[in-house]
């Protein structure tokens, strides 16, 4: 059994949520909302059926006025429309995207909403949608770290000369069924969130109520698709890996860790948030002990003060074995993107870190082709150009563990208020 035969088998079988792969894909990279936008308003723009749509942030921005615009001309003319906004991430806009959607037949939901100071004390507040999808009837999907906000457009920083680097891909083929599936699941908790009371009443009131139970049962359901088996997996081979909070729990750690491990000559990751679990952590020490090339790419410029402790408490552990740790600084990182023996590669929501790995709906794209694994990696090298590389190890006196001890208890504390079980 060849490498690429291996890293498909395990990467479909780590544990009980494992990716599925299909083949005769087509997958394109995309850099950034410069590349993003355009490609994706296009799409939408020539909608004839339904468009799904899923974002933590919806920001009031030109990028934000324009997508609203090829929404609303969509559902003018008959497509299916339908929206879901995080209640946390898009808290400032919401009240402008709710105006600006109204009376226009695009249904807007809102996950987890915060609109009442008592919703901050409901459980399951700190678990909040981080994923970036969009679907347009069912052939093309778009994945990846990207919200809808301007490149050079901070909300807490303001406006930039350089874009954040961030990525996205644009999916044909038989993938963009999971992450239709995915956004359609989504949306519905959500919208169910809204109107419960209203469809569990529809369906006492339906005359096949069991039916239509199992039918809104379905939809709230996240993609879980058999193993490929016998299937034609000739390239380009894609699977959608998601996180949620009920069968999927680590199924995008597992499938980073164990592409990790099986590594032979580099691993190259760019992570904005970066606060690896031990697993984590283990897996790429043992990969650098062993000759791999394992080089990070993380926040030069901070946006996050607590983030970039929490990954600076690490320095001293993965510098010891070998790892190689860059800061990209020209602009704020954003992307979540690998790139690994440049044949396996993932682009995504998720960052490495508690929040992305145990609380929040997170959705990657796994990629099993050299090309598209290539362009990837040039575009990580580029970045790597222009960061500065991290060569003296931070001191290993008391401060430092006190430091990273402290950041420790934080994160689970914080763990245990979210109600994450396990180990991290």
Same mark, same amino acid.
């Given at each position: ?19 599925? #792969? ?5 997958? +394109?990279?995309?850099?950034? %909302?410069?590349?993003? #936008? ?13 468009v ?9 921005? $030109? ?13 003018a003319?008959?497509v ?6 995080d209640?946390?991430g ?15 037949g695009? $249904?807007? $939901? ?9 919703? =901050? ?6 678990? +909040? ?8 009837? %069912?052939?093309v ?6 919200? *809808?906000?301007?490149? !050079?457009? @901070? ?10 680097? &961030?990525? /996205? ?21 959500? =919208?169910?969130?809204? @109107? ?7 369906? /006492? !009131? ?25 299937? &034609? ?10 996180? &949620? ?17 099986? /590594? ?5 990751? *760019? ?6 679990g ?7 020490? $043992?990969?650098?002990?062993? %000759? ?13 003060? *607590? ?12 510098? %010891? ?6 800061e ?12 690994? @023996?440049?044949? =396996? ?23 099993? &082709?050299?090309? #598209?694994?290539?362009?990837?990696? /040039? ?29 420790? =208890? ?12 396990? +180990?991290?």
């Amino acid at each position: 059994m060849g490498k690429r035969q291996r890293l498909s088998r395990i990467a479909s079988w780590y544990g009980p949520a494992y990716p599925s #792969f299909s083949g005769g894909n087509e997958v +394109r990279l995309l850099r950034g %909302g410069d590349q993003l #936008f355009p490609a994706q308003c296009a799409r939408i723009e020539a909608a004839i059926s339904e468009v799904w749509l899923a974002t933590y942030i919806f920001n009031h921005d $030109a990028a934000g006025e324009e997508l609203v615009r090829v929404l609303r001309a969509a559902a003018a003319r008959g497509v299916r429309v339908r929206v879901v906004v995080d209640g946390f991430g898009s808290k400032a806009p919401l009240a402008w995207l709710t105006e600006a959607l109204r009376g226009s037949g695009v $249904a807007l $939901a809102v996950f987890r909403p915060l609109d009442r100071w008592w919703r =901050w004390l409901q459980p399951g507040q700190l678990r +909040r949608l981080h994923q970036k999808l969009c679907v347009v009837d %069912g052939e093309v999907a778009y994945v990846g770290g990207v919200n *809808i906000i301007e490149d !050079r457009l @901070d909300i807490h920083h303001g406006r930039s000369d350089e874009p954040r680097l &961030d990525f /996205a891909v644009e999916l044909r083929g038989d993938a963009v069924a999971p992450v239709a599936q995915a956004a359609r699941a989504v949306w519905t908790r959500a =919208w169910l969130g809204r @109107d419960f009371g209203e469809e569990m009443l529809a369906v /006492a !009131r339906s005359g096949s109520p069991v039916r239509r139970m199992r039918n809104l049962l379905s939809s709230l359901r996240m993609p879980r698709d058999p193993p490929p088996g016998g299937r &034609d997996l000739s390239p380009v081979r894609v699977a959608v890996v998601l996180r &949620d909070n009920l069968r999927q729990r680590r199924t995008i750690e597992h499938a980073y860790v164990e592409a990790i491990r099986l /590594a032979r000559t580099s691993v190259d990751l *760019i992570c904005p948030y970066f606060y690896p679990g031990h697993r984590f952590r283990q897996a790429l020490c $043992a990969a650098a002990r062993r %000759g791999v090339r394992v080089r990070l790419l993380l926040q030069g410029k901070v946006d996050y003060r *607590i983030a970039a402790v929490a990954a600076h408490a690490l320095y001293a552990e993965l510098l %010891g074995d070998g790892v190689q740790i860059h800061e990209y600084s020209p602009a704020f990182l954003h992307a979540k993107v690998a790139v690994i @023996d440049g044949e =396996w590669a993932t682009v995504g929501s998720s960052n490495i870190d508690p929040l992305s790995l145990l609380l929040n709906l997170e959705a990657n794209v796994l990629v099993l &082709d050299e090309g #598209f694994a290539g362009a990837l990696r /040039a575009e990580i090298e580029t970045a790597l150009a222009a960061s500065v590389e991290v060569r003296e190890q931070p001191a290993r006196g008391l401060r430092a563990v006190a430091g990273r001890a402290l950041v420790a =208890w934080i994160a689970y504390v914080y763990l245990r208020v979210a109600g994450a079980g396990g +180990r991290y």
